[in-house]
């Protein structure tokens, strides 16, 4: 069973940063990508910022420059460090990891962690 536990939200400040952690845990455990989705009051979950255990990474466009994925794979840890935040990165920020095995896909959810924007 796989369990993956965020931490780093909260509240902040226009212009603020914030530093968002999954650590990634279970028996046997290989993730092939990891990467952040978040969901805002309203809208359809949308990704964030991936990363690939190559270290391949892709933004969404309305993050890139702000935001930073990285990873470390000794410990199936992901980051995301959100630096110039704006009001409309407001949601609710979930971790995702995916698995290749016996020949599919498997996609990873952790619980969601609530970022909010706002002076």
């Known amino acids: 069973q796989v369990q993956l536990v965020e931490s780093g939200g909260g509240l902040v400040q226009p212009g603020g940063s914030l530093r968002l952690s999954c650590a990634a845990s279970?028996?046997?455990?290989?993730?092939?990508?990891m990467g952040w989705y978040r969901q805002a009051p309203g809208k359809q979950r949308e990704l964030v910022a991936t990363i690939t255990n190559g270290g391949r990474t892709n933004y969404a466009d309305s993050v890139k420059g702000r935001f930073t994925i990285s990873r470390d794979g000794a410990r199936n840890t992901v980051n995301l460090q959100m630096n110039s935040l704006k009001p409309e990165d407001t949601a609710v920020y979930s971790c995702?990891?995916?698995?290749?095995?016996?020949?599919?896909?498997?996609?990873?959810w952790g619980q969601g962690i609530q970022v909010t924007v706002s002076s």
């Open positions: 995702n990891v995916r698995v290749w095995r016996g020949g599919r896909w498997y996609d990873y």
């Open positions: 279970g028996s046997g455990f290989s993730p092939n990508a």
